[in-house]
């Protein structure tokens, strides 16, 4: 006689993860490729099925071979599936969501909206690159944004209906505790050196602090702003600051996690962030944070339970006030060590993936898992404290 229990069983959740390709190749980090791959491990440990579909292509810039790469990913998915498709994919190729629209249940996951990213616009975003969002968006049957401040920011720039957009913030993967140096003088910056990341911001702010005794690491891919990194170097040589500034290129996971555990700040002086993962990670390990006030970094940042900030928010694009608070940081050993106490603190309150892919899964398939829940309002921000 068969069991009764498995007339009732349903299959387990699938999805096809539409990636970029080379999402897995250390030599190309970025948030949105830790996201996909930590979300992708996070769901199947969670039980559902993961088809991840990695698409070759010049994203976020399409050319008409990159569409075509699409077309054919989709086609390849059977019908009814539910598929995920990476934004930077995604918002460029409408076209290729509307085909499939009514065949597929279709959904965006956007990192970054693609016009305010910089790599697929130049000067501002064209009409046509903002028509191509919407009607990607449009297209599929809901969207989950990275973070409240994208949410938010879709919302207010495309009118869409507020309960098909959800949250999944990133988690973060567990770190041991950093201790830091007495003097607090290794300065880290994490992230692809261009423009948009500010790190002539940072070598101006660390011109004024020239007189402390520091040494600054800047780790993330040169290749990106060739020009921009040649004139860096130049600016440190002018400054005197070559043998204290240094440009370490991509690292692998494990190279990362040590210039993590020798560093005793983060500094992300950038113009343009939708989350900031490389906040988590530096508090991960209880690292303090020195951020740009902008998009979502004060969400990364946060706040402890009992109100405390790890660390300090400065104005955008504002080199002396960042080289004021740098200043503060390595001369007031008191207050260093209250930023130290509240990152460890925040570090112990920090959401593991399975939380992120609780979120995911409850969007994509309904509230079914208890460990998903729908998007959350974003509480009130981390106050700004001032160097």
Known sequence: MSDPTTLTRRPPPSVHLVVPDGIHDPARPSGGNVYDRELAAALRELGSEVDEVAVAGTWPRPTAGSDGALVRALAGVPDGATVLVDGLIGLGCPHALEDEQQRLRLWLLVHLPLTLDPLSVDGGAAPSTRADERRALLACRGVLATSDWTRRWLLASHALDPGRVHVAQPGVAPAGLVTGTEHGGHLLTVGAVAPAKGHDVLLAALTAIADLPWSARIAGPLDRAPS???RLRADAEDARLALRVRFDGPLAPAEMAAAYGAADLLVLPTRLESYGMVVTEALARGVPVVAS????????????????VPGVLVPTEDPTALSATLRRWLTDAPWRDQLRAAARRRRDELAAWSVTAGLVKGALFGDDDPGARRHRPLGEPPREVSA
């Open 228 to 230: 921009f990194v040649s």
């Open 293 to 308: 006030h902008v998009g979502g970094i004060p969400e990364s940042l946060g706040t402890t339970r009992d109100g405390r």
